[in-house]
């Protein structure tokens, strides 16, 4: 690989990167205002530049060449000349090497140099001025891959929407302190595949895990002065290449043996993607890739003064899916992502900016209609982030059908709920049926929503819990970053405490935050960690912490082992029975001859609320009854489902509540499933016939199952 090449043939435009073909490689790079492009080749170890190769051949705005005598491994990167003209939108710097927008790996680190940047940091004339330095000594390179890879009788688990739970999690965070996971492997694709990693999440019971951005790429500078990492990732530099760090083999085929093996456990692999911005933030930002090859065509610039970005994600730029090769790139990586490494499905981050037709957000705008008839992506799971941060860009509930949506109304909702707030039991049944004021507006259904009460971004669940404040210091920005609205309780101390009443409370909360989300209507996501009481020390932007903050504790103590039993007993419970992941929203009537309504409320008197009564500000406590009988739902066989009648009680005050069992929903006897006072969530008290009292505790749920009289 460090030969020289000889022969450069003419290639073709498509398809773009850099691409194996058994014989020789085919380069592609798209630029429509370049004015001509080195492809530089590196030695093995890719220290020292070898060649440059002109492309020869620009055929519909795509440079091209074949080399017959390339092969996989190849380091490469690219040089483009073209006009420096930033007031003009124009930043091209050949002394400035650049990264293929479709390389399938990107090997090495970035090391932070002033050699980086496209002007020379501190001149008079900012980033007007011209850098002449050669930034390849500080850059990765891009190599050539082989694509083979034996997938053997690998399917898609094929889950439907409905019966669907998410388990978000980072690649690097979910075993690094794995005990049993072997130590080279922690941290990796590898070590996700590995059996004790599997076992954790089939005997948990979720379907889909969403793993936080794996796409290449890079550490921000500032953080990188600090001693620091972009742990998360939402930082992106190659939207086809797997990110190195998590690779403890450095081969791509690594991810791909990931995701054969969590297929054969049943589980789906959905990414967490963002193609909103990129790693190069705004005019003073580095030279890496889009930039130096065509600035004016990549990002989305100021219709008054190109030399600035339009900046609707908080990163300095925006891509501009308005150009039909920028958005071919998205649409061919996410079809690469679904093809080649066999992906079930992708969460959008700020997914409003990819709908913006000029400044305003149009949900029917070319990328999502390409997505809708695209017969390959219109298949697998598709979720927004249903918001950006420009004016207009909050649209949750306006996705188009086909899409679910993270549903931070929810969120906010069961959280406010549960610390206690007032007035919100009316908010509160629209969260809990799944949303119907916001997705049954254009025929979608309830797993349109994707509820949700921790994310990556904020609290964890014992955090929300067990702070009242923020405690960001540790990220170096003096307490600034991060939300301030979280709408958490510590319960009387702030952080942990000896307390038994505050850490029994503290444990109840969690079980009610949990139960409420796996029984609620829509599809559960549940954050890595919270299944066993993980904390980051009141931390709610831990991005920058790749260390012990972040990553997932695996020494249970006595609450994580019992937090972790009840949520399987949830999942459990949810599995089993159809009226708790319905298809439709409920009517409030009677259906398919059930002698009661579908859903019906209750006070805790017995009797049902009325139209006036969903407002009052003191009201805490609410009973639902679901009606299991009245399904108005197939199986896939065509066979109508059918379920047992349940009934939840909720008890979100400060006082005790006795609710009286409904006697209206006819004879049979109520057998207590769950009552989070327990500490794993169980109750075994016998049973409760209609009209009886049950006492709900403080702050708590129940679930209570209908034993009917046989006919």
Known sequence: MGNLINAVWPGRPYPRGAHWDGEGVNFALFSEHAEKVELCLFDENGENEVQRVELPEYTDQVWHGYLPEARPGQLYGYRVHGPYRPEHGHRFNPNKLLIDPYARAIV?????????????????????SFDERDSAPFMPRCKVIDPAFTWGNDAPPDIAWHETVI????????????????????????????APAIDHLRELGITSVELMPVHAFLDD?????????????????????????????????????MVRTLHSAGIEVLLDVVYNHTAEGNQLGPTLSFRGIDNASYYRLATENPRYYEDFTGCGNTLNLQHPRVLQMIMDSLRYWVTEMHVDGFRFDLASALARELHAVDRLGAFFDILRQDPTLSRVKLIAEPWDLGAGGYQVGNFPVGWAEWNDKYRDTMRAYWKGDGGLIGEFAQRLTGSSDLYNRSSRRPYASVNFVTAHDGFTLHDLVSYNDKHNEANGEDNRDGHSHNLSWNHGVEGPTDDEAIVTLRERQKRNFLA??????????????????????????????????????????????????????????????????????????ALHGAEVKDISWFKPDGSEMTAEEWDHEHARALGV??????????????????????????????????????????????????????EQGLQSDGAFEPGASYHAQARSLALLLHLKVPA
């Open 167 to 194: 388990y978000e999690l980072h690649v690097r965070g979910f075993t690094q302190r794995h005990p049993d996971v072997p130590e080279a492997l922690r941290g990796t694709f590898a070590g996700l595949a590995a």
């Open 516 to 589: 409420t989300l796996l029984l609620s209507q829509g599809i559960p996501m549940i954050t890595a960690g919270d299944e066993l009481g993980r904390t980051q020390n009141g931390n709610n932007n831990a991005y920058c912490q790749d260390n012990e903050t972040s990553w997932l504790d695996w020494s249970f103590d006595a609450n994580a082992r019992a937090l972790l039993a009840f949520v399987r007993r949830m999942i459990e419970i949810r599995r089993d029975h159809p009226a708790f992941r319905r298809r439709d929203f409920f009517q409030g009537r």
């Open 108 to 128: 090495g680190d970035l090391r932070w140099d002033d050699a980086l940047f496209g002007y020379t940091i501190g001149h008079p004339d900012g980033d007007l």
């Open 221 to 257: 500078r500032y953080l990188v002065d600090r001693g620091m990492r972009n742990y998360w990732g939402y930082n992106t530099i190659g939207f086809f290449a797997t990110e190195a760090r998590y690779s403890a083999s450095g081969k791509v085929n690594e991810f791909k043996t």
């Open 625 to 678: 009854y679901l009606a299991g009988e009245a399904l108005s739902e197939t199986d896939r066989r065509g066979q109508r489902l059918t379920d047992d009648n349940f009934l939840l009680l909720f008890n979100a005050g400060a006082e005790a509540v006795d609710f009286q069992l409904p006697q209206q929903l006819g004879p049979g006897s109520w057998m207590v499933l769950v009552d989070t006072c327990h």
